[in-house]
Protein backbone atom coordinates (compact mmCIF):
# COMPACT_ATOMS: atom_id res chain seq x y z
CA UNK A 1 0.00 0.00 0.00
CA UNK A 2 1.41 3.51 -1.14
CA UNK A 3 1.48 6.26 1.89
CA UNK A 4 1.73 9.70 0.87
CA UNK A 5 1.17 12.99 2.96
CA UNK A 6 -1.06 10.98 5.15
CA UNK A 7 -3.09 9.75 2.37
CA UNK A 8 -3.67 5.99 1.60
CA UNK A 9 -4.14 4.45 -1.55
CA UNK A 10 -4.10 0.58 -1.86
CA UNK A 11 -5.35 -1.82 -4.09
CA UNK A 12 -8.42 -4.04 -3.56
CA UNK A 13 -8.21 -6.93 -4.87
CA UNK A 14 -11.80 -7.88 -3.76
CA UNK A 15 -13.30 -4.99 -5.32
CA UNK A 16 -10.86 -4.67 -8.35
CA UNK A 17 -10.30 -1.12 -7.17
CA UNK A 18 -7.98 1.21 -5.87
CA UNK A 19 -8.95 2.63 -2.59
CA UNK A 20 -8.37 6.27 -1.34
CA UNK A 21 -8.43 6.54 2.64
CA UNK A 22 -7.41 9.74 4.41
CA UNK A 23 -6.19 9.41 7.75
CA UNK A 24 -7.19 13.17 8.55
CA UNK A 25 -10.45 13.64 7.88
CA UNK A 26 -11.45 11.92 11.38
CA UNK A 27 -9.25 14.48 12.90
CA UNK A 28 -10.28 17.62 10.47
CA UNK A 29 -14.04 16.63 10.74
CA UNK A 30 -13.84 16.92 14.75
CA UNK A 31 -12.39 20.17 14.22
CA UNK A 32 -14.33 21.34 12.09
CA UNK A 33 -17.39 20.65 14.58
CA UNK A 34 -15.55 22.80 17.08
CA UNK A 35 -15.88 25.87 14.17
CA UNK A 36 -16.99 28.79 13.95
CA UNK A 37 -18.21 27.82 10.86
CA UNK A 38 -19.64 24.86 12.13
CA UNK A 39 -21.98 26.46 14.51
CA UNK A 40 -22.99 28.98 12.09
CA UNK A 41 -24.22 26.42 9.22
CA UNK A 42 -26.10 24.58 12.07
CA UNK A 43 -27.82 27.55 13.58
CA UNK A 44 -28.52 28.30 10.00
CA UNK A 45 -29.97 24.95 9.06
CA UNK A 46 -32.55 25.65 12.55
CA UNK A 47 -33.64 29.21 11.24
CA UNK A 48 -34.49 27.27 7.79
CA UNK A 49 -36.90 25.04 9.64
CA UNK A 50 -38.41 27.38 12.15
CA UNK A 51 -41.99 28.69 11.35
CA UNK A 52 -42.08 31.96 10.07
CA UNK A 53 -45.65 32.40 11.19
CA UNK A 54 -47.19 31.42 14.73
CA UNK A 55 -51.19 29.57 14.39
CA UNK A 56 -51.96 32.81 15.31
CA UNK A 57 -51.01 34.35 12.47
CA UNK A 58 -52.31 31.73 10.04
CA UNK A 59 -55.81 31.76 11.63
CA UNK A 60 -55.89 35.56 11.46
CA UNK A 61 -54.68 35.38 7.98
CA UNK A 62 -57.44 32.51 7.16
CA UNK A 63 -60.28 34.85 8.77
CA UNK A 64 -59.44 38.34 6.86
CA UNK A 65 -58.40 36.66 3.54
CA UNK A 66 -62.56 35.24 3.29
CA UNK A 67 -63.96 38.25 4.78
CA UNK A 68 -62.19 40.26 1.79
CA UNK A 69 -64.09 38.17 -0.49
CA UNK A 70 -66.58 39.73 -1.69
CA UNK A 71 -67.60 36.59 -4.32
CA UNK A 72 -68.36 33.38 -4.49
CA UNK A 73 -66.82 30.12 -5.81
CA UNK A 74 -70.03 29.97 -8.23
CA UNK A 75 -69.78 33.39 -9.44
CA UNK A 76 -65.86 33.32 -10.48
CA UNK A 77 -65.39 30.08 -10.29
CA UNK A 78 -63.15 27.56 -7.85
CA UNK A 79 -59.69 28.58 -9.94
CA UNK A 80 -60.11 32.22 -9.38
CA UNK A 81 -61.84 32.10 -5.97
CA UNK A 82 -58.63 30.19 -4.97
CA UNK A 83 -56.06 32.98 -6.50
CA UNK A 84 -58.29 35.65 -4.66
CA UNK A 85 -58.00 34.08 -1.55
CA UNK A 86 -54.63 33.24 -1.55
CA UNK A 87 -53.88 37.09 -2.60
CA UNK A 88 -55.84 38.19 0.46
CA UNK A 89 -54.28 35.73 3.16
CA UNK A 90 -50.74 36.19 1.94
CA UNK A 91 -51.74 40.28 2.10
CA UNK A 92 -52.76 39.39 6.00
CA UNK A 93 -49.78 37.03 6.93
CA UNK A 94 -47.54 40.21 5.35
CA UNK A 95 -49.26 43.22 6.83
CA UNK A 96 -50.14 44.45 3.28
Known amino acids: MGKSKGIDIGYNPESGEFEYNNIDDAYQYEEWKKSKEYVDMVNEEFSRHKPKYSEVDIDNAISN?????VVTSEEVGIDVYEKL????FNEAL???
Request: aromatic share 16%.
Open 65 to 69: GFKSL
Open 85 to 88: FRQH
Open 94 to 96: NGI
